[in-house]
């Protein structure tokens, strides 16, 4: 598997397996009672695959595989790597407090432009959520490549079920 360098902080990749998708819930199933090096999770048709609290850190992924039936005993995995809900909801949560910041700001700069008013002041904030924006980004692009060996052992786990529906 190859992580690239695109804009992506959340990777996604897809899969077609020949097996049913029952089957191949079901091999998880029979995984997360015998194996302890990963936390396995089932909903439906979803499949959270993570580390033990033991092993994680604040940027440890986890790997959530939806399998989707398809004709003639096929399945489709699609597959996401990402943060922890808890960290990527503060994500988001911090881009929305920016860009809300941001956008007030920037209304505030044309307000007093327009009222004749210094806007310095609104116009440097403006700029620095913007700064802050771009810094957030790098955080998260770090703690991908933080836990990108931890992606490889998610994919490799992930691989050696699969390996025998493909």
Avoid at 58 to 78: A, D, G, M, T, Y
Avoid at 89 to 111: D, E, K, P
Wanted: charged share 20%; net charge positive.
């Amino acid at each position: 598997m190859e992580i690239s360098n695109d804009i992506v902080l959340r990777p996604r990749f897809k899969l077609k397996i020949l097996a049913n998708n029952n089957t191949v819930l079901e091999n998880f199933e029979v995984h997360k009672k015998t194996q302890t090096k990963f936390i396995i999770s089932r909903v439906d048709d979803h499949v959270f695959v993570r580390f033990p609290k033991k092993d994680q850190h604040f940027w440890s992924p986890q790997l959530h595989l939806e399998i989707n039936k398809e004709e003639n005993n096929h399945s489709i995995v699609h597959g996401l790597f990402g943060p922890t809900p808890t960290v990527w909801t503060l994500f988001i949560f911090l881009h929305f407090v920016v860009a809300v910041l941001c956008l007030g700001f920037g209304v505030w700069a044309y307000t007093s432009a327009n009222l004749g008013n210094a806007f310095i002041l609104q116009l440097c904030l403006s700029l620095l959520m913007i700064l802050i924006w771009f810094l957030l980004y790098l955080a998260g692009r770090i703690g991908r490549t933080k836990g990108k060996q931890e992606m490889y052992l998610l994919h490799h786990f992930m691989e050696e079920i699969l390996k025998t529906y493909r």
